[in-house]
């Protein structure tokens, strides 16, 4: 399909697009503030609000006493407190609720409020969460085959463990959301989030009010990237709470420094791993166990670690192999959603086991992925027994060595590298195969509510969000394509739970395919109605050889007999015709994923709908003296399916891989021992800038792959990319390889920031001199 | 008095304070965004470290029209008096684009959208700026300007196709240069609100008068740093002296022996003139935060906080720099004596900074500088270095002077390692000792940015850097 522009783009650049904080509310909102606790364990003893309330501007102060109905909310398990009622988790977590006419009466009364807390110890990393045996759930298991056959039949074993750090969303409108209180117990929420319905569901539970009074609205967001799957919901909360008490509308809009304080990351992972592979580098056995920080509370920690266990052996076959999982409490904010989700942890880790194995046989360690790739009709199944089909791997991996002109470069590098004593240069491929659907297997459904009004102009709605991914794009192209119409005559509405009710959020990199779908739905069932009356319309002018139902056709904004081309209306003309019919042209639209399933107990199933795969080759120059890394060139081939938007995806890929890059080699999350954030703004949290993005930079989709049981062909594109940024984390290990000549392992840090690699490079240094 | 004016929208604003709901701790961002109409000005975080809220300064001073791409977010409200500001709004319309819009929209360059006005107007303001820009100039322009979802390809796309746009006139015609002559320039401003004092004097003369009178009031140009206070640390400030409207302080005069750089002269401006003629500054300065800010902020500001981590002063110990202190009388200090502690200086209550003075040096000096910092742009320095050597005929060491920012309580020369330089030969095996005695001379601090292990290591380094690139 030709690339459309996003629907929004000329909204974005003359700034009329409107986010949560630009809507205009009458009558203008009160500001909601949180009280926060400054400590990160411990309990909140007594307080007293009276003075607090009495300055001016204070319209309401609420404590966790103030909660209508239920004060436990969560995504899954509901076991964090809106308000703190007796034990603290985390700094940042919210005591007490403060709507105010402006920040200045919101300080007053936070100095006047009068909190008695006792402080304990925190855990913060996993390490002491372990001793302290802090597990949040049972340990997650996937097994197959023999271990100790494959250990004896192993050549070599190596044994180890990685890390990989936290990372802030850094969605460039922090979390926002606006309460607005109508008749009754009516309320309209207007939130940035990827989730409406779990927004509506909680705010429903914990205000002690029926679902069918509260509507969610959400036009667009300035990004989310996952950290407003959950998280959002508690904000709307926030607002929901305070509007209701004043009767008022109420805004909760996050300061940057506090959004970054208070809400959670990517989960960090500690993990350990013991490899048996033969002379040839080919994987015989492994086991692997990971263990994630996962913060206060529960939220989405599981489904992210099993998704860790789902990509444990990236696109590797390993016929012998037992992977476990768990997750630990801490008192850092509760992790949550991240794109990739638990998968980028799973496959860095067993990207590591590769390149182990690679340098201790002293090869190329793209050799040693291309051996130990699953195959197409053997070596095809994956270690939880899904058979993994449409496997491009071998495809991929061709191609992206002649495209990266990946054999030439490497030996111009070690010619570079020689001449360099300071200056090194490494490269690295990194391959992904990865699931897709939600591996919670009811969470794979959409809906969608399309209508035709009847001067041919469409109007969709569905149960997806837009967060800048242009997933709204995606559907005006599918509806657009459906009717054979101009995509200019489809219009996509706001997300709103009135519309669309019950939709799962938009995560997972499933928001095209099962919305897609279900917009398809929707206008497959008005299109029969539209077939029945036009095929009679043409039909009252001929006698014999009838138009049949089944040879009309919607093309080039006609209805067409393919039977009999002379017999076409257009599509606008059309529409009238069936509403004089008295046909409706309004449809709502269903899909669920079909065959997905999975057994946590056993760790068997088929998890996803398919796979999607890709490579990455990157090149980097590291000044081994200021750790100064830059990034010469990245390759990237990537398999969409049958693209919904050309330019679209190639703009999700571009922009995971730096995503992905500034995982891997710049954003360093860090807490003390208290539990402070000590990088909670960007001032000293540091994502990709433009100068960071890699110098040449080439991103292809892999052709003819259609993927016919998905939409239109294609395959979802959000997370899978993110992967291809680790290239980057792996080209600079490379390139800390030369100072020794390949033959002293560096230790390189997760993130691979300048301040880790001056330390690395210069212990092998002097180990050089010595 | 109590009255700013200044032109946006096509109009005089005035705002009397008296009257408002503004004060004059309020920043340029909170006036725009609190109009419904000009919403597409967004706020990202606050603090002059994503470009999300990039606005378009025009100035006039001595008759040259100047266009700006400022941080909106660290402006104070007062500060924009006499001046025009452009926001995404004036641009261009639905049904009419400005062209700079448009290739945003061909090179697909925007995704969630919240970072694209920035964008946008830094890159406007550019091409005002310089017609000509080259696609690495205007990359360079929005090297401050975070987004999270493009990776950048489809915006440096975007500006390949935007310096090929030659028509001038594309800009200027949003200029209201009849307007910005209307408003007063010549009267000290004076706004007195709840606690708050804030002054503009538009001379030296009536800056040192004020700071005499009023002993308690900061002093602020481009209050890139200052502003942070109010919107971060909750903080007010009651009594302000803004110097950035003061003329004699601004510009760079350069007589035959030495650069006199006006303390209130902006850091961009003394970035494009280093290019030519001070390259070890030129090259401290592409670093220097980033355009917004550079665009704001003022040498004598960046001096005056006496940051340990401040990119001026390493490289300005190195230019063995001087500074000219105005109050009672004028003295003139070497910039190793200015700075006394943590942001403390010999400054007096009723001082300023009028000029820094780099005296020329001979051709036989080598200069340089360095910034280590996680992020290349838009970073703050872990580590920073200015350094000055001369060698002589038999390559023995004549005079050394290595200066640190980073690795102590204020910007610092490590003594005992130019003390064993000095006369000794510039060959490697020295250079080796000296990076030992370098280990012992510091103990810097572990933070957020970097461990203490590793700063040390960095200043090293630095010096082994220095000793490649010169021997």
Known sequence: ????????????????????????????????????????????????????????????ILSYKDIPASNRIGAVKHDEPVLVDDEINYIGQALFLIAAES??????????????IEEHTPVISITDAKSKGLLLDTTRKIERGNLKDG????????????????????????????????????????????????????????????????????????????????????FAIWASLLATKTETPVKVRLERHIDQQITGKRHPFETSFKVGFDKEGRIWACEIEFDANGGAFADLSMAILERALFHAENAYFIPNIKILGSVWLTNIPPNTAFRGFGGPQGIFNIEIIIEKIARALKKDVTEIQYINFYGKSERNIAPYGQVIQENHLENIWAKIHKKSDYYNRREEIKK????????????????????ISFTTAFLNQAGALVHVYADGTVLVNHGGTEMGQGLNTKMQKVAAAEFGIDYEKVKVNATNTAKVPNASATAASTGADINGMAVKNAVDKIKLNIVEVISAHFNSKNNDNKTLAENIIFENNFIIDQKNPTRKIEFNKAMPLVRLSMKSLSSSGFYATPGIKFDKEKGVGTPFFYYAYGMSVTEVEVDLLTGKVEVLRADIIHDVGDSLNKDLDIGQIEGAYVQGLGWAILEDQKWNEKGVNITPSPDTYKIPAINDMPKIFNVELLEDVSFKKNIRGSKAVGEPPFIHGLSAWFAIKDALWAISDYNIEPKLHFPATNEYIIIEAEKILNNNES | MNKISFVFRNKIQTIDFKESKFTPNSTLLEYIRSNQKTKGTKEGCNEGDCGACTVVLIEKNDNQIKFRAINSCVMFLPSIHGKQILTIEDLGTLNKLHPIQQIFIDEHASQCGFCTPGFIMALFAQK??????????????????????????????????????????????????????????????????????????????????LKAENKNAILTSGSTDLVLKVTKRKEPIEEIIDISSIQEIQGILETKDEFIIGAGTKIEDIYQFSKENLPALSNMLAYFGAKQIRNRATIGGNIATASPIGDFLPVLFAYKAKIVISGKNE??????????????????????????????????????????????????????????????????????????????????????????????EFNEENIVMASKILLTEFTPISDARSSKEARSIMAKNLLIKFYQETK
């Open chain 1, 103 to 116: 920040e200045h009466a919101f300080l007053e009364a936070q100095k006047l409020i009068e909190v008695e």
């Open chain 1, 416 to 435: 570079y590298n020689i001449k360099n004593k300071y200056l090194k240069r490494g490269i690295a491929l990194t391959p992904v195969k990865f699931g």
């Open chain 2, 331 to 424: 003295r003139t200090v070497d910039v190793n004596n200015f700075v006394t502690g943590y942001r403390q200086t010999i400054l007096n209550p009723d001082e300023l900074i009028k000029n820094i003075i780099i005296p020329k040096f001979s051709p036989n000096q080598i200069i340089k500088s360095y910034k280590i910092s996680k992020r290349l742009n838009l970073d703050i320095s872990t580590v920073s270095a200015g350094f000055n050597l001369i060698v002589d005929k038999n390559n023995n060491v004549s005079d050394i002077l290595l200066a640190f920012g980073g690795m102590a309580e204020m910007t610092k020369r490590a003594k005992k390692t130019e003390n064993f330089m000095l006369n000794k």
């Open chain 1, 1 to 60: 399909m030709k690339s459309q522009y996003h629907e929004s783009a000329k909204y974005h650049v003359t700034g009329e697009a409107k986010y949560i904080d630009d809507l205009k509310i009458s009558p203008k909102p009160l500001m909601g503030f949180a009280y926060t606790s400054p400590i990160a364990k411990g309990r909140l003893k007594s307080f007293d609000l009276t003075k607090a309330k009495k300055v001016s501007g204070i319209h309401a």
């Open chain 2, 128 to 209: 005002a700026d310089k017609i000509n820009s080259s696609k690495s100039e205007l990359v360079e322009a929005v090297s401050g300007n975070l987004c999270r979802c493009t990776g950048y390809q489809p915006i440096v796309n975007s500006a390949q196709e935007i310096s090929k746009i030659t028509d001038l006139q594309l800009f200027n015609t949003f200029l209201r240069e009849d307007l910005i002559d209307k408003i007063n320039k010549s009267d000290t401003i004076f706004i007195n609100k709840d606690i708050f004092k804030f002054f503009i004097p538009f001379s030296l003369k009536e800056a040192l008068k």
């Open chain 1, 151 to 234: 250990f004896k039949n192993s050549d070599k074993i190596i044994e180890g463990k990685t890390f990989s750090g936290a990372q802030e969303q850094w969605y460039l409108e922090t979390h926002a959301s606006v309460a607005v209180p109508g008749e009754g117990d009516e309320l309209k929420i207007f939130c940035s989030t990827q989730n409406p319905n779990e927004v509506q569901m909680l705010t429903a539970e914990v205000l002690g009010i029926d679902a069918n009074e509260i509507e969610v609205e959400i036009r667009r967001m300035g990004g989310a990237f996952g950290g407003k799957e959950t998280q959002s919901a508690i």
